[in-house]
């Protein structure tokens, strides 16, 4: 054991830390020269053993204080094997009715917690609770008949199962509801139920087609950036006051700001954000995750700044700004306001938006518009060729558009 070769070292260790001592005493002694020398050669002996003997403590000490931790570890292991046990073990008592009719158990002998672990895995088990807790009656009672007349595998019906609670009507109606709630109240999409050690309700917060997903990031992100900048300007200079930070921000260009945010950090934070505002909602109805859809395909953030396209090349950033402004001069020139735009005069108060967008885009020379509902605004675009790029834009608020006919007309 090593604690007895501890001891063992201890006590030769004192032993020899006390004859060191007898010896110095005898120094002090008349003592005849002969006497003298055995006495410090005898000391310097015993000042050579006595590193040696403390570095084997040391590594004694050090490899105890190993086996002590490995013994610990292990002892909480087993006791959170022990705990884990216990656990299962309650619940699989708490559902043994649903087992029993799940299997169709008659034998008294079977229905045990011992039987269900002996003749099928945890994760079966478990898997079972959680298509009772989340399925519709009906769509449960399905489950079992399958297990009774269907020859696939159990985790085959598991997998098929599983795959029904993607659907919200095959949910109970109390998840159902919740599911309903937590969509309305915080603008997310449900999106399945996801398994991982349990059963959990996925939402997606879907930014793919954000028209304009940057300045979203940078707007709902200026608390995140301002943080880094002061962090920034704090590590930089020691005596830097608040004034400085304020300073530096007003200073820095969204281009700047922007190479400070990426899209995975948005959708990381973001997600983040929704965590306490779903919790408020949910409760502890069952598990949740959220998952943040960024646009897959998009120009880099960096890119789509003014400032990135002035620096990439500003002088044909103004030629094809000029070239394209001669051209929709030319095309306004042309137009016959009183025979060509025969929509303006079927416009009245009763038009839907609809009606008015399409009208819109012919006379001002658009030929794409988006309705924006989230924010309450019409977009127009010209679209090139390739109907992807545009080479102008324009937004305008649903209530101003709906006023248009008037100021056209008079």
């Known amino acids: 054991m090593l604690e007895d070769e501890y001891l063992e070292i201890s006590k030769e260790l004192t032993s020899l ?30 000042d050579e053993k ?23 570890e292990e002892e909480r292991r087993r006791k959170q094997e022990e705990l884990d046990y ?51 009656s009906s769509v449960f009672h399905n489950f079992i008949k399958d297990i009774h007349t269907n020859n696939a595998s159990l985790n ?48 997606v917060k879907d930014f793919s087609q954000e028209i304009d997903f940057e300045s979203f990031i940078l707007n709902n992100f200026e608390d995140y950036v301002y943080g880094e900048v002061e962090s920034y300007v704090y590590d930089r200079d020691a005596w830097a006051n608040q004034r400085i930070v304020e300073d530096y921000w007003e200073d820095m260009s969204e281009y700047q700001k922007l190479e400070m945010v990426s899209k995975e950090n948005f959708c990381v934070l973001y997600g983040e954000q929704l965590y306490d505002k779903l919790t408020k909602v949910i409760g502890d ?25 002035y620096k990439k090349d500003k002088v044909y950033e103004k030629n094809v700004q000029k070239y394209e402004d001669l051209i929709a001069k030319k095309r306004y020139e042309k137009k016959d306001k009183s025979h060509s735009f025969d929509c303006i005069k079927n416009l009245n108060e009763d038009s839907s938006i609809g ?31 390739d109907g992807k790029n545009y080479s102008k834009m324009r937004k305008l608020e649903v209530k101003e558009l709906e006023g248009w006919p008037k100021t056209v007309k008079k």
């Open 17 to 46: 830390k006390e004859e060191r001592n007898e010896l110095e005493k005898k120094l002090n002694l008349p003592h005849s020269k002969e006497f003298i020398i055995e006495c410090k050669f005898d000391i310097i002996k015993i």
């Open 50 to 72: 006595i590193p040696v003997l403390e570095d084997k403590l040391r590594i004694l000490n050090i490899q105890i204080e190993e086996e002590k931790r490995k013994q610990l």
């Open 86 to 136: 216990k656990k299962i073990y309650i619940t699989l008592t708490e559902y043994m009715s649903l087992f029993i009719r799940v299997f169709n158990i008659t034998d008294l002998s079977n229905k045990s917690v011992e039987y269900l672990l002996n003749n099928y895995t945890k994760q079966e088990l478990f898997r079972i609770i959680d298509l009772s807790n989340f399925l519709e």
């Open 156 to 203: 085959t019906l598991l997998d098929k199962y599983k795959d029904k609670c993607n659907f919200i009507e095959n949910l109970k109606l109390p998840i159902k509801n919740k599911i309903k709630k937590v969509e309305d109240k915080c603008d997310l999409k449900f999106n399945g139920v996801i398994r991982r050690y349990y059963f959990c309700v996925e939402f």
């Open 285 to 309: 109805d069952f598990d949740f995750d959220v998952y943040v859809k960024a646009p897959k395909n998009t120009t880099p953030i960096l890119m789509q700044t003014q400032e990135y396209k």
């Open 355 to 385: 009606d008015i967008a399409n009208c819109y885009c012919k006379y001002e020379g658009f030929n794409n518009w988006e309705h924006d509902k989230k924010n309450k605004k019409i977009i127009f675009k010209l679209l090139r060729a």
